[in-house]
């Protein structure tokens, strides 16, 4: 962050002064966990479910604090914020919130983010929206803009109302690109996000099934995703997938300049002759009005060539020339864990960990991939061990059983089920035409550990992925487990 005292901070987020005269200047980070805090640094007091960060105080300024954005009155140098209304209070989920003070630390922090980013001339700020693919995009076009200069970029998924600010934060007088990711669970969420730090370019990626229980059909999360274009300004940038119709209409609702990516032909940058290799990287030519060049991507699934191409996007509109653009994605590497993460044992077993999460989607693009790396000119025996699919409402077992047929369609070996919640996942498949042992439904994660570490075979493949709330990682990290890499 750039460096603040506390007489700013307090102006900037409408707080005021406690145990202070204002004088003390934040030159260190903004941190939220007293453990990440260095000397110099201004300590977030974020009530929580579990712990409240005001019983860290005395901690966070042993650990060199300049200061504290608290809720209440602490024995340290602090500014104090306002409460907040009911209807931001309600408009911010913080579990256990219960008097306010959580959304209060966070809209200070908001207010804190968007002082610091005003102030950043040379600052270009990047958001990346959609139902999946965000951090994998995210981590591509900082890795495309960093030659470019000093980028900051989130680590992982941290892309909420706390997430987003505090990486905003991250930016000092130096930085040049803020790649952000904006995530939304009701309408209006990405445009309050975009008052934190506004976009100059805007990405949206697609709009799919992720929080379908929350939003009620695809056309609402369409206008909630199409918050991030309508925010840009005219001298703006709206990066649309031609290949999403629902994404592709947004063009309408903005005053920026529309580039479209994707393999469509009226695509502005695109991807042409996509061929994969037997660990399902994809190759291909990038064509852009700039030129031509190839790409062969490091990342494992045919979904990472629209990724490719929106970073490319990006770059390209910075001032970025084709053939290093193409020479980037190429060089590009798997920063954020339990996506698409691919290991293979000394024995030969392959372990796709994408665990993270999952959404209908990026199911069948994680399956898709596991059928590449399976069914080449040396066939190899696919496993894929799924678990419930999260925040899907009234769809829950319409779409849980459509991946189960998705998953025969496509010839993947073995399917093991695990939860009864995904249970409709295994009454798909049989009822696809699954046989025998071909799928298999199990209790739980333990039960999977149990069933692959007793059958799985030298050279086979195994994708691990479901929502976060299945805890599926356990599996990947069983089956990695004092094996050989």
């Keep these: 962050m750039i460096p603040l ?11 005021r002064l406690h145990n202070t005269d204002g004088s003390p200047v934040v ?17 977030v007091a974020l009530p929580g479910e579990k712990v409240d960060g005001h019983d860290f105080v005395a901690k966070a300024v042993a650990s060199g604090a300049a200061g504290v954005l608290a809720a209440r009155e602490v024995d340290a140098p602090s500014v104090i914020v306002p409460p907040v209304s009911e209807a931001h209070h309600g408009s911010v989920a913080l579990t256990g919130d ?3 003070s959580g959304a209060a630390v966070l809209a200070a922090l908001a207010a804190l983010a968007r002082h610091v980013v005003d102030r950043l001339e040379n600052l270009t700020v990047v958001g ?38 505090w990486t905003a934060l991250r930016s000092d007088a130096r930085t040049r690109f803020l790649v952000l990711e904006l995530s939304a669970r009701g309408v209006g969420h990405i445009a309050q996000l975009c008052e934190v730090a506004p976009p100059r370019i805007g990405v949206v990626l697609n709009v799919g099934s992720a929080h379908l229980g929350e939003f009620g059909t695809r056309e609402d999360i369409a206008r909630t995703k199409g918050e991030l274009v309508e925010s840009l300004p005219s001298d703006g940038v709206a990066v ?17 300049k529309v580039v479209l990516v994707g ?18 990287r994809a190759r291909f030519l990038l064509v852009a009005p700039q030129g031509s060049a190839r790409v062969e991507l490091g990342l494992h699934g045919e979904h990472h060539v629209g990724n490719a191409l929106s970073a490319a996007a990006v770059a390209l509109e910075l001032g970025a020339g084709v053939e290093e653009v193409a020479q980037r994605l190429s060089g590009a590497q798997r920063v954020s864990q339990r996506r698409m993460e691919v290991t293979t044992r000394a024995d030969g077993v392959t372990v796709v960990n994408d665990s993270y999460n999952a959404n209908p989607e990026s199911v069948r693009a994680a399956l898709k991939t596991l059928a590449a790396m399976t069914h080449g000119e040396q066939p190899r025996r696919g496993w894929a061990v799924l678990g419930v699919m999260g925040e899907l409402g009234d769809d829950h077992i319409a779409a849980h059983d459509g991946i189960g047929r998705y998953a025969v369609r496509l010839d993947v070996s073995r399917l093991v089920v695990v939860g009864e919640q995904a249970a409709p996942m295994h ?34 493949v195994v994708l691990v992925k479901a929502s976060k709330v299945a805890g599926l990682w356990r599996v990947a990290d069983a089956l990695l487990e004092g094996a050989g890499q």
Excluded: C
């Design 5 to 15: 005292s506390l007489a700013e901070i307090a102006q900037a987020v409408g707080g």
């Design 27 to 43: 030159t260190g980070s903004v941190e939220f966990d007293s453990r990440q805090l260095g000397d110099g640094g201004l300590f």
């Design 98 to 100: 219960s008097d306010g």
């Design 128 to 165: 990346i929206t959609g139902s999946s693919g965000k951090t994998s995009t995210k981590d591509l076009i900082a890795q495309v803009l960093s030659p470019m200069g000093p980028t900051v970029a989130p680590p992982g998924s941290f892309n909420n109302e706390l997430g987003h600010p």
């Design 240 to 256: 649309l997938n031609a290949d999403d119709p629902l994404v592709a209409a947004m063009a309408e609702r903005t005053k920026a």
């Design 263 to 280: 393999q469509s032909p009226k695509a502005d940058v695109r991807a042409e002759d996509v061929e994969l290799d037997e660990q399902a």
């Design 427 to 460: 009454q798909g498949a049989y009822l696809e035409g699954s046989w025998g042992e071909e799928s298999v439904l199990v209790p739980d994660v333990d039960a999977a550990i149990a069933l692959l570490r007793d059958q799985v075979r030298e050279g086979d």
